[in-house]
């Protein structure tokens, strides 16, 4: 399982594995010629959305100190996962960053980016955020 299939995880999208698997589906074959065929979008089923901001203010009241609005250590240190460089390098992998090392505007690139594929996926991520 990826690190971005974790966070989803820990913000309530089911568990990892049906996570993963909604995020990298692929289109069934169609089985009626005659008719159109399906996009990978229409043969994804819709992920509710999941009040992803609730969930933060609420580990962030069992966690304070943690700004977890501007910073991807301080987001995954408040679900419960591994902040250190190896895991934000995977993470920023996983996320199409290559040449990662780590630097301050990285590491915002790595948050912003991590928000918009939550929103992406049903999450009610605010466009301030993004």
């Not at 962030?60 to 408040?78: E, F, H, M, R, Y």
């Not at 190896?86 to 990285?106: F, S, V």
Request: net charge negative; glycine share 8%; hydrophobic share 40%.
């Amino acid at each position: 399982m990826g690190i971005f299939s974790s966070i989803m995880s820990k913000l309530g999208f089911g568990d990892e594995e049906q996570t993963e698997n909604k995020i990298t589906a692929e289109a069934p074959a169609v089985e009626n010629a005659a008719s159109e065929p399906e996009t990978v979008e229409s043969a994804i089923e819709a992920m509710p959305e999941i009040d992803v901001i609730a969930k933060l203010e609420s580990l962030s009241a069992d966690n304070p100190g943690l700004n977890w609005q501007t910073s991807i250590v301080d987001l995954l240190k408040l679900l419960g996962l591994d902040s250190a460089y190896a895991h934000r390098k995977e993470l920023a992998a996983e996320m199409g960053i290559d040449g990662y090392e780590g630097t301050a505007e990285q590491n915002i690139a790595l948050h912003k980016t991590v928000l918009a594929k939550i929103a992406e996926n049903g999450g009610n991520i605010p466009q301030e955020l993004l």
